[in-house]
């Protein structure tokens, strides 16, 4: 049986270990009892994006393919407005979404130089052991362990190199260079996409970012028929060799495109990096602690029993009546990418669920 250390575990046990402790499925695995919350207006935005991305729609008239987005992102936000606060919260965040959908279908176009062949596509990996070539990390008792992680969009250019896609809400201001640049999240696709697929090198990652408010602000126009034509030769194993500057950014006020190269040597180190936090995560002498500042605090969920914890009392009765035992991630039929399907470019997408 494998042990899948996701990639917001791996960001949570380097934040904070007690919270690390609490929330992951490999721990304590508890979350709080659901109550009226935000909507994930990011999850919505990915939501809509994966349909305007999917690869089988790619060369459909946009007046086609654009009702379909806008309902993508209907569904998303009312599947979610169940826990949400109030109705007119949901209709606010659909009005915006909806106008940040044909702004962004507008401005797209210009800078999409690719052919998306995947999205929101799972996978899981070994992670290969430092110290013996050929072999992956276990747990003591054997079970082999993975890296798991979901990516936004594969995608090929014109010059057979494969890129992977992360979309970005952005509420404040723009991601500044060097943040990207140590991505780890993105480079750990770039480094883990080519043992999923054996031999598919990624060339390097695509950030694409959208304001907020980009449906305010944003260029109005309709959106165009098709895209720029990107003719790629055929599906490779392994990229193409491309050349280039390393990092490419474009972009208006409201939407900007970050194109970043990764290198052998950096995936590399990436991997190594890897392996030696989750060696770490999984030692059978691990020591939990609390790592409390402001900027890790104020979005924890744990903060209650945290402070009963600091405080040497015993958070047993809270945990019990204010979280619960997370459920298992529901596999929702017809997602898209939620099963291997198709690469070839017209395959019919799955069914999806309806909107009611
Ligand atoms: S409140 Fe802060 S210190 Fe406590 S578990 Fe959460 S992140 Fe960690």
Request: hydrophobic share 40%.
């Given at each position: 049986?494998?042990?899948?250390?996701?990639?917001?575990d791996?960001?949570?046990?380097k934040?904070?270990?007690?919270?690390?402790?609490?929330?992951?499925?490999?721990?304590?695995?508890?979350?709080?009892?659901?109550?009226?919350?935000p909507?994930?207006?990011?999850?919505?935005?990915?939501?809509?994006?994966?349909?305007?991305?999917?690869?089988?729609?790619?060369?459909?008239?946009?007046?086609?393919?654009?009702?379909?987005?806008?309902?993508?992102?209907?569904?998303?936000?009312?599947?979610?407005?169940?826990?949400?606060?109030?109705?007119?919260?949901?209709?606010?965040?659909?009005?915006?979404?909806?106008?940040?959908?044909?702004?962004?279908?507008?401005?797209?176009?210009?800078?999409?130089?690719?052919?998306?062949?995947?999205?929101d596509?799972?996978?899981?990996?070994?992670?290969?052991?430092p110290?013996?070539?050929?072999?992956?990390?276990?747990?003591?008792?054997?079970?082999?362990?993975r890296?798991?992680?979901?990516?936004?969009?594969?995608?090929?250019?014109?010059?057979?190199?494969y890129?992977?896609?992360?979309?970005?809400l952005?509420?404040?201001?723009?991601?500044?260079?060097?943040v990207?640049?140590?991505?780890?999240?993105?480079?750990?696709?770039?480094?883990?996409?080519?043992?999923?697929?054996?031999?598919?090198?990624?060339?390097?990652?695509?950030?694409?970012?959208?304001?907020?408010?980009?449906?305010?602000?944003?260029?109005?126009?309709?959106?165009?028929?098709?895209?720029?034509?990107?003719?790629?030769r055929?599906?490779?194993?392994?990229?193409?060799?491309v050349?280039?500057?390393?990092?490419?950014?474009?972009g208006?006020?409201?939407?900007?495109?970050?194109?970043?190269?990764?290198?052998?040597?950096?995936?590399?180190?990436?991997?190594?990096?890897?392996?030696?936090?989750?060696?770490?995560?999984?030692?059978?002498?691990?020591?939990?602690?609390?790592?409390?500042?402001?900027?890790?605090?104020?979005?924890?969920?744990?903060?209650?029993?945290?402070?009963?914890?600091?405080?040497?009392?015993?958070?047993?009765?809270?945990?019990?009546?204010?979280?619960?035992e997370?459920?298992?991630?529901?596999?929702?039929?017809?997602?898209?990418?939620?099963?291997?399907?198709?690469?070839?470019?017209?395959a019919?997408?799955?069914?999806?669920?309806?909107?009611?």
């Open positions: 049986m494998a042990y899948g250390i996701h990639a917001s791996r960001t949570a046990f934040r904070c270990r007690r919270e690390w402790d609490l929330s992951s499925r490999n721990r304590r695995n508890l979350e709080p009892i659901p109550g009226p919350g909507i994930d207006r990011a999850q919505a935005l990915r939501d809509a994006l994966a349909v305007y991305y999917f690869p089988g729609m790619w060369e459909w008239d946009r007046s086609i393919v654009q009702p379909l987005v806008h309902q993508a992102l209907d569904r998303s936000v009312r599947r979610q407005a169940e826990a949400a606060t109030d109705n007119q919260a949901v209709q606010e965040t659909l009005a915006r979404g909806h106008a940040l959908l044909d702004a962004y279908a507008a401005w797209a176009p210009t800078v999409d130089r690719f052919t998306p062949l995947r999205v596509t799972d996978f899981e990996v070994g992670i290969p052991h110290a013996r070539p050929g072999a992956h990390l276990v747990l003591p008792a054997g079970d082999e362990i890296y798991c992680d979901r990516v936004d969009l594969l995608a090929i250019d014109s010059d057979d190199a890129w992977v896609v992360q979309h970005r952005v509420t404040d201001s723009w991601a500044d260079r060097d990207l640049e140590l991505d780890e999240r993105t480079i750990a696709w770039s480094w883990a996409w080519p043992q999923f697929y054996l031999g598919m090198g990624i060339t390097g990652t695509v950030y694409n970012e959208i304001r907020a408010d980009a449906g305010e602000l944003g260029v109005q126009a309709p959106p165009p028929a098709g895209h720029q034509q990107v003719h790629h055929r599906m490779y194993a392994r990229s193409g060799t050349s280039g500057e390393r990092l490419h950014a474009e208006t006020d409201v939407f900007r495109r970050t194109q970043i190269r990764r290198g052998e040597a950096e995936l590399a180190a990436a991997g190594a990096d890897l392996a030696a936090e989750v060696t770490t995560a999984t030692s059978a002498d691990l020591k939990i602690f609390p790592s409390p500042a402001p900027g890790v605090c104020a979005r924890c969920s744990y903060r209650s029993p945290c402070v009963m914890m600091s405080q040497g009392d015993d958070a047993t009765a809270e945990l019990s009546t204010s979280y619960r997370r459920p298992p991630e529901p596999v929702q039929e017809g997602r898209l990418g939620g099963v291997t399907w198709s690469m070839n470019r017209g019919a997408p799955p069914r999806w669920p309806s909107s009611s």
